[in-house]
């Protein structure tokens, strides 16, 4: 049984992302730092943010996510102050943790919008906490960042309900044999392997991969009828000859349409909102894809603010601060991140 810790404060920690052309480029090498990445590629990937007028949607998102948690702690009776950091842009999580620090603040609670374990949606996070810690050296705040909440009703009842509305949009000469793509962002198959393997009870694509199948299980499995569903990744990046997890999501639906699929409904189940990944990478690049192909296609919406996700929120909370319930639809092991906390 995890025993009770007091705590100062409760922290988001998220991406963060630019909010004016001007912006983009020093965001992505932020972002890219330590990676050789030439600059041509940063000017590609800018593009994607240029034709939302160089705002990705991620700082706002979190601001509402913010706001709807801070409306719930209260009703709660949850009285911890509230922060926000990101990793790349500002607010930056050295700056709030010094502000943190001015404010009297001790110990931390943190919640990273990221509902998976691996290297780049858990570990990363808590190598860049020690980081800003070290930063701030011995006074810095103690940051305990809450278990991965992939399975957690407060994650899987949102898209449930995103799902089915997504399904609704389709012609309903189409709905009935629609296939249910779950989307994820790729990573390199490396990293998915050593989030966990098969000595831990995963398969060989370790942590990640099965959570993120076992939450399209769970999705697809609260639906009112029964529909074919996969897992398809996203957002790859990286030398062609690096393997990452597959298949392409713009491939996938190649093959479907020669398939005879006629209906397709993406669900964003690797992400919490629809940020940049979502918008352009889902809502832009694979419907035009779909489109060519002569695809229905309907994007479902990530949680968001989604009242059970906001309520998840205060849940895991008092999971950590009073041994409230620990909430999991799922049954899958723990991960072999000794860190991770699932």
Not at 89 to 118: E, F, I
Not at 120 to 147: C, F, H, K, N, Q
């Amino acid at each position: 049984m995890r025993s009770m810790r007091p705590y100062d404060a409760f922290l988001l920690i998220s991406f963060g992302g630019p909010e004016g052309e001007d912006e983009v480029i020093p965001y992505l090498e932020n972002v890219t730092r330590g990676r050789n990445i030439p600059r041509e590629r940063l000017e590609e990937v800018g593009e994607h943010y240029f034709l939302f007028e160089g705002v990705s949607p991620i700082n706002q998102q979190c601001r509402d996510l913010l706001a709807a948690i801070t409306t719930d702690f209260e009703s709660a009776g949850i009285d911890l102050p509230i922060y926000w950091g990101n990793r790349f842009w500002t607010p930056l999580l050295t700056d709030t943790l010094a502000q943190m620090h001015k404010d009297g603040v001790r110990r931390v609670l943190a919640v990273a919008t990221s509902a998976y374990c691996n290297w780049s949606s858990r570990t990363a996070y808590l190598e860049d906490i020690a980081r800003a810690r070290a930063e701030l050296g011995d006074d810095a705040p103690e940051v305990d960042l809450v278990r991965p909440f992939y399975d957690h009703p407060g994650f899987v009842e949102p898209l449930v309900e995103h799902t089915r509305a997504a399904l609704e949009r389709l012609p309903a000469e189409r709905r009935e044999k629609a296939r249910l793509l779950f989307s994820a962002h790729s990573i390199p198959t490396k990293m998915a392997e050593d989030s966990g393997g098969a000595e831990q009870g995963f398969g060989p694509e370790g942590a990640y991969g099965d959570q993120l199948a076992e939450v399209a299980r769970l999705v697809a499995g609260q639906l009112d009828r029964e529909y074919p569903f996969e897992v398809v990744y996203q957002s790859r990046s990286g030398p062609p000859s690096q393997p990452w997890l597959e298949p392409d999501i713009n491939d996938r639906l190649e093959e479907l349409a020669d398939e005879d699929v006629s209906a397709v409904v993406v669900v964003p189940h690797g992400f919490v909102s629809d940020h940049m990944e979502v918008k352009f990478d889902l809502d832009v690049e694979a419907r035009e894809t779909a489109q060519k192909l002569g695809l229905a296609y309907e994007l479902a919406s990530s949680p968001g603010t989604h009242p059970a996700f906001v309520s998840m929120m205060t849940e895991l909370v008092r999971e950590y601060t009073e041994g409230g319930e620990r909430k999991r639809l799922g049954q899958l092991p723990p991960c072999a991140e000794e860190r991770c906390g699932c």
